[in-house]
């Protein structure tokens, strides 16, 4: 009976994909972090992981929020 009602509800918004975003950000995160506690400081890595942690973040929100609505 549950099953016929999970049906009749419609498609799920979650993907598999999602869960491979959420792990590019933790990893892109990590990245950043490592390259802040470096001792000699790759301004350019620096500053590419910070922009590419930004767009993971916002893309992360987005589908959260597509998941929620």
Do not use: C
């Not at 620096?46 to 998941?67: C, K, R």
Request: hydrophobic letters at 60%; a positive charge.
């Amino acid at each position: 009976m549950l099953l016929a009602e999970v049906a009749a509800q419609g498609p799920s918004k979650f993907h598999t994909f999602d869960v491979f975003m959420i792990l590019f950000t933790i990893l892109i995160l990590v990245g950043v972090i490592r390259l802040l506690r470096a001792p000699q400081k790759n301004k350019f890595a620096i500053g590419f992981g910070a922009v590419s942690l930004l767009v993971f973040i916002i893309s992360d929100y987005a589908m959260v929020m597509h998941w929620l609505s």
